[in-house]
C-alpha cells in the first residue's frame, strides 16, 4: 500500500466495498485501519485534516471489530469503519475545539448523540477533523488533497479532505450554508446533508434551525449506510421522525425527469464548469431521462427566482440565531473571536424581531415554491461549486451553489462526477423534504450513468 | 425583615413592586438582595433549595445594580433583580449537574441563552436551584416551604420553593410534563410555562420537543418581565420568533368567555380542590365573564376527549427523544442513574420509529383540536393539580392537570390563587399558541378579580 500512498493523486476508500471480506478474514477491520493510518502519515503533514487523533482506541476498537466481524456478528454493517468527527461535535474523550480559540482544550466530556450512535455501531473514530471557527467561514488551514495550494472548502473541512484522500472512509460534518456539499465537491468525495431534522444534533454545536449534521464519505453506498446506522440508534432532532429508509443502501432507480437549477451560481460559473455540467446533463438525457429547466416550465422559473437570494435569507437567519452564544464569546473575550465573527454579532444585534420574522416567512414561502416541483420532477441537479477548489487558504470558496439547498431544508448530495482543471467538482442532487432514501436512490443511478467521468479512484 | 422571617409562613418578594424606590435611593438592589439572603438563612436549611450559591459574586452584582438605579440607569426593568436558575440550565460560573451524580461538578464553563440574557440586563443570579435528576421525575429532597413534610412538586423543585418563600424573585424553570406550573401551583408563586419556542433554550438540557424554558416568580408582573427581558435578548429557539409582547407587563384585560377545561384530573381531585376551583369560576362567571365547559359546547367536549391520553402521549415522545443521551449515560455508569431512568431507556430502547411517529401525529391532531378553542374563548381555566402538594418527599406530585399544556405547546400559568386543606393550589390559565402576552392579560384580570383568595401574602 505504502506505494500508492506516496503518489500524488488521493484514493478514496470504501469500507462497504471492504467489508466483503472481513467475514472471510481475507482483511480486517483492523488492516484497514493500518491503511488509512499509512494514508494519515503520508498526507496529514500536507493538507492539515484533523485537530485530533486517538490512534491508540482507535486500534483497540478495529481489534475488537475484527473479533466480531470474524465471529460473523459485527455489530452494524459499518462496524470497523474509520470515521472522523468534525470538531464542533462533541466527544466525550477527546476536545471540542470548534476551531476558536476560545474552546481550546475544551472537553465537555460526553459524546453527542452522532458520536453515540457511531460507536455503539462498532465504528472506529479516529479523530477530530477541523472545522472553520464556529463552523462559519473563518478557515482553520486544512489544504485540498487534490492541490494543496487550494482551500477544501469548509466549514467541514477537514473531514472533506481526510475522506478525499482516503484517510478515513467517512466524516461527519454540518451544514448550514455550504458546509457539507461545497467541500465534498472541492475534494472528490461524497457529500450528503439530509432533511433539516433527519439526523439527531444533540452535542453539535452548530443548532441553527437550517442546520444539519450530515456525512461526507467514499462513496454513496458508505455516506448512506453511516447516516442510516446513526438514526437508527439516536432518530432525528427531536420533534422530527429523521431519516427513514432501508437498513442497507437504497438500489439505483432511474427517474423519470430531472430539473437543471441554474441559481445564483450560474452567473458566476467558469466556463467549463458549465460546460462540464451541460455534458452531464447531455449523458443523462440520452439514457432517457427527460430534462426540465426554467425555460421549460414555469414552476422551474419561480423556483430560480426565489432562491437567487438565498445566501441573503440564510445569512439573516443566522446571524439572528447567533446572537447567543456569540454575544457570552464577545463578553469573554472579544480578542479570540475573528474580524468576521465580531462583524457577525454586530449585525445580529442590529437586527429587529421582525427582520427575523420576515426572513422566516421568506423562507417558509421558497420551501413551498420547491415543494411543488415534486410533482413535476424525481430531483435536481446543479454543480456544488463555480469552479474547482480556489487557489488559496484565505476563504473556503463561493457557496452560491449550495446555499439553495441549506434554505430549503431539503436532501442534497455531491457526487465525486466532474471536473474543471483537471480537478474534482461535484455533481449536486437535491431532493425533497423527508425523501431522503429516494434521492439516493436517483443519485446512485445518476452515478452508474456517468462513472467513468469520475476524477478519483477508489482503493481498498 | 429578621421577625418576619422567623415568621412560619413563606413570604414572596416581588422585585419590580420594590424597584419604584431604587430611583430615590429609600431601597437599594443590595438592599433586596440581604433581605433575601436573609430568607436564605432562614428558609434553606428547612427546605433545601439550592445545590450551589454565589453570595459573594451576587453582593457584588446587586452594588453595581445599585449604582446603577442611582444614576437612573439600570439596565433593564429587572436589574439587581435575585433570581435563581434551574441546574438544568449551563452557567458559567457555577456548576451544572442536572440531578445526576453522573454530572457531580461538571460545569460546562459558558452560560447558557437565558442566563446570558439575565446577566446582560442586570439580574444577580444567587444559585443553581434543586432539580429532579435531568428534570424527570426522580425527587432530590426539596421540601415544600408551606409544610416541610410535603413535596414542593418537581421538577422545577428549588426554583419554586425558592421563589415560594422569598430567597429569590423569580427562578428559571423547565416543563416538558408539568414541570413548572405544578411546583408553582404547590408553593404559592406564579408560574409560567411560555409557548413551545419562546424562549431560547441554548445550554438548557431538556432539549426535548415539547419543552420550554419558562419563569416562576412571586407575580405575574414580575414572571412577564423576566420572561421578555430574556427574548429581548436571546429570542426563541432557532426557527422561532420567540416571546413577543410589551416591553412591561401587560396590562388587565377583561376576557369576554372562559372555557373551564376538567382534563383527566378531574376524577381524582379532591372535593376540596374542585369546590375551590368552582367557587372561583362562580366569582369570575359573576363578574361578567362568560364560563362554557364540556357541557355547553361540543368543541370543548371534543378538546376534552383529546387530552385525556395526554400523559401517554407525551411519555412516549419524551421517551423516544431521550433515547440518546440516556444510552450514553447508562454506557458510562448505569449505577449512577435512578431506577426511573433505566426504566425509560428501556422503554425508549423498545420503541419504533412507527410509535414516535404516531405519537407525534397525535400531539399534532390535539394541538388541532385546541387551537380551534380560540375563536370560542379567550383561556381556558382549570387546576394546577387534584390537590395541595402530597405529603412525602418520594414523589414531586401528579401532574394529570399540567400534562395537556405541555402535550399543547401552549403558553400555561400557575396563579397563586386557590388553596385546599390551607395550603396553596394553583388556579391553572391555559392560552394559545404564541399569544403569551394576552394570556398575561386574562391572567392579570383573573388575578384582580380573585386576589383576596390568594394563600400567601407579598413581602415589600
Redesign the interface.
Known amino acids: 500500500m505504502s506505494s500508492s500512498e506516496s503518489s500524488s493523486s488521493p484514493r478514496m476508500r470504501s469500507y462497504l466495498a471492504a467489508a466483503a471480506r472481513f467475514r472471510s478474514g481475507e482483511d480486517t477491520p483492523r488492516a484497514f485501519l493500518e491503511r488509512c493510518l499509512e494514508a494519515y502519515a503520508a498526507w496529514e503533514p500536507k493538507i492539515g485534516a484533523f485537530v485530533h487523533t486517538s490512534f491508540e482506541t482507535a486500534r483497540a476498537a478495529a481489534d475488537a471489530s475484527t473479533v466480531r466481524w470474524r465471529a460473523g456478528k459485527p455489530l452494524s454493517a459499518i462496524d470497523g469503519m474509520p470515521v472522523g468527527v468534525k470538531d464542533i461535535i462533541e466527544t466525550?474523550t477527546m476536545p471540542t475545539e470548534m476551531g476558536s480559540p476560545l474552546f481550546e482544550g475544551?472537553c465537555?466530556?460526553?459524546?453527542a448523540?452522532a458520536v453515540?450512535?457511531l460507536r455503539?455501531a462498532g465504528a472506529v473514530i479516529v479523530g477530530k477533523t477541523v472545522t472553520t471557527e464556529f463552523a462559519a467561514s473563518e478557515p482553520r488551514g486544512t489544504r485540498n488533497p487534490w492541490d494543496v495550494a487550494r482551500t477544501p472548502g469548509g466549514s467541514s473541512s477537514g473531514s472533506a479532505a481526510a475522506v478525499g484522500a482516503g484517510l478515513l472512509s467517512a466524516g461527519l460534518g454540518t451544514q448550514v450554508i455550504g458546509s457539507i456539499v461545497r467541500p465534498a465537491g472541492y475534494c472528490g468525495c461524497v457529500g450528503y446533508k439530509p432533511s433539516v431534522g433527519a439526523i439527531?444534533r444533540?452535542?453539535s454545536h452548530d443548532?441553527?434551525?437550517?442546520s444539519s449534521t450530515g456525512v461526507l464519505a467514499a462513496t454513496l453506498d458508505d455516506a448512506w449506510q453511516v447516516a442510516i446506522e446513526i438514526a437508527a440508534?439516536?432518530?432525528g432532532d427531536?420533534?422530527y421522525?429523521?431519516l427513514?429508509g432501508p437498513a442497507t443502501p437504497p438500489a439505483a432507480n432511474k427517474p423519470r425527469r430531472l430539473t437543471v437549477l441554474e441559481t445564483a451560481g450560474w452567473s458566476v460559473a467558469s466556463a467549463e464548469a458549465k460546460a462540464a455540467l451541460e455534458a452531464a446533463v447531455a449523458r443523462l438525457g440520452a439514457s432517457g431521462v427527460e430534462i426540465i429547466t426554467r425555460r421549460s416550465h414555469a414552476e422551474v422559473e419561480a423556483v430560480e427566482v426565489a432562491i437567487l437570494e438565498s445566501f441573503a435569507v440564510s445569512t439573516k437567519i443566522n446571524d439572528?440565531?447567533w446572537?447567543?452564544?456569540l454575544?457570552?464569546f464577545h463578553?469573554?473575550d472579544a480578542s479570540k473571536l475573528s474580524r468576521a465573527m465580531v462583524d457577525r454579532l454586530g449585525r445580529a444585534e442590529a437586527m429587529k424581531?421582525s427582520d427575523?420574522?420576515a426572513a422566516?416567512a421568506e423562507r417558509a414561502r421558497v420551501r413551498g415554491l420547491y415543494a411543488a416541483l415534486a410533482s413535476l420532477c424525481d430531483a435536481c441537479i446543479t454543480l456544488t461549486a463555480p469552479s474547482a477548489a480556489p487557489v488559496g487558504l484565505a476563504t473556503t470558496g463561493n457557496p452560491i451553489f449550495v446555499v439553495p439547498g441549506s434554505l430549503l431544508g431539503i436532501p442534497a448530495l455531491a457526487l465525486p462526477l466532474l471536473q474543471e482543471q483537471g480537478l474534482p467538482l461535484g455533481l449536486q442532487v437535491m431532493g425533497f423534504s423527508e425523501a431522503d432514501a429516494e434521492l439516493f436512490a436517483t443519485a446512485a443511478w445518476v452515478t452508474q450513468a456517468l462513472v467513468d467521468q469520475a476524477p478519483g479512484g477508489l482503493d481498498d
Open positions: 466525550a475544551w465537555s466530556g460526553w459524546d448523540a453515540t450512535a455503539d439527531n444533540g452535542g443548532y441553527l434551525s437550517q440508534r439516536v432518530g427531536p420533534g421522525v429523521g427513514v439572528w440565531e446572537r447567543w452564544p454575544n457570552s463578553e469573554r424581531v427575523y420574522r422566516l
